[in-house]
């Protein structure tokens, strides 16, 4: 079993917050930040920064007049 | 993009009132996804009602194509982004933005860990977020260049994987990610300033806006 070191989290720390990680490295990735205090914090703030970033960016709703437009492009009668 | 005035006849065949039906459904679900997606790349409510209005067109013109069961949001998505960069191309005037500086991957956190002020009032990457949370990150995420904007929607607002990204753009997975880092290196910088200046109105002599009195 190799032990990465904090490097290597970093090198892979968005493909692995991402679940883009394969399964061996996300293992290994996963082990040293349960362990890291300095990782674990940072793949904390990063989680937590992305989740700001989704919830302030999301949750448009399409203008009534876009859904209108819509249905006539079906040809929905009316 | 002008007015969409069209009549179902476009889509060549006649359409049944299954397909209609499926299609309509379509619409229902993703609707408010799309036009969310095309407000943040166009930063503009008409033309992302255009582009919207625009890819649902095309998607029903090409529904017949479509095989159900396969990943229907992708396949809008797709069509979303192509009519997007086709539209994009032809009015766009802005050069594809390189920044030289290598910053990091990890501009706000280090930010926060290195900010002196930070550390004296006390858990600095709680301040930060919090800075964060009070930031305008759409106008942030608007601002960040093309293509590297489009990449940062579709993984961390849409959460498509790399391999889904790499096919609606129709780009290698290793393009995704190389757009994907740098645009959120890119808006990280952009929330950095924002928060700093949070920070300066802060400590200036005027009182914190956001407190109570």
């Known amino acids: 079993m190799s032990e990465i070191d904090c490097n290597v989290v970093l090198e892979r720390l968005w493909a692995f917050l991402d679940g883009e990680a394969d399964e061996a490295s996300s293992r290994e990735l996963e082990a040293h930040i349960e362990a890291c205090l300095h990782c674990r914090e ?37 | 993009m002008g007015a969409l005035l069209v009549t179902p ?79 994009y191309r032809r009015s766009s005037r802005l050069p594809e933005e390189v920044d030289q500086e290598d910053i990091g991957d990890f501009y706000l956190y280090a930010k926060a860990q290195e900010s002196e002020q930070y550390r004296k009032a006390g858990d600095p990457e709680e301040i930060l977020l919090s800075r964060v949370m009070d930031a305008d990150v759409k106008e942030a995420l608007e601002r960040v260049p093309e293509p ?31 757009r994907l880092y740098r645009g959120r290196r890119h808006l990280q910088r952009l929330l950095w300033d924002y928060a700093r200046r949070a920070g300066y109105g802060r400590d200036a002599a005027s009182p914190p806006p956001k407190v109570p009195s």
């Not at chain 2, 625009?54 to 797709?78: I, M, Q, V």
């Not at chain 2, 790499?166 to 190389?178: F, H, K, N, Q, R």
Request: charged share 30%; proline share 2%; hydrophobic share 45%.
């Open chain 2, 148 to 178: 590297f904007r489009a990449a940062v929607i579709l993984a961390d607002l849409e959460e498509f994987s790399y391999k889904e990204i790499a096919e609606i753009l129709d780009i290698p997975v290793g393009t995704v990610m190389s």
């Open chain 1, 42 to 78: 940072h793949a904390d703030f990063e989680r937590r920064l992305r989740a700001i970033i989704k919830a302030k960016c999301s949750g448009e709703r399409a203008p009534l007049a876009l859904r209108a437009a819509l249905d006539r492009l079906l040809g929905d009668p009316g």
């Open chain 2, 9 to 87: 006849e476009h889509r060549g065949v006649e359409a049944s009132a299954d397909d209609r039906a499926r299609f309509e459904a379509l619409v229902a679900e993703h609707l408010d996804g799309l036009y969310g997606s095309a407000l943040r790349l166009t930063r503009n409510r008409a033309a992302a009602e255009d582009l919207v209005q625009d890819t649902f067109l095309k998607a029903w013109r090409s529904f017949g194509t479509f095989e159900a069961g396969t990943n229907a949001r992708a396949w809008l998505y797709k069509i979303l982004m192509n009519a997007y960069i086709d539209g």
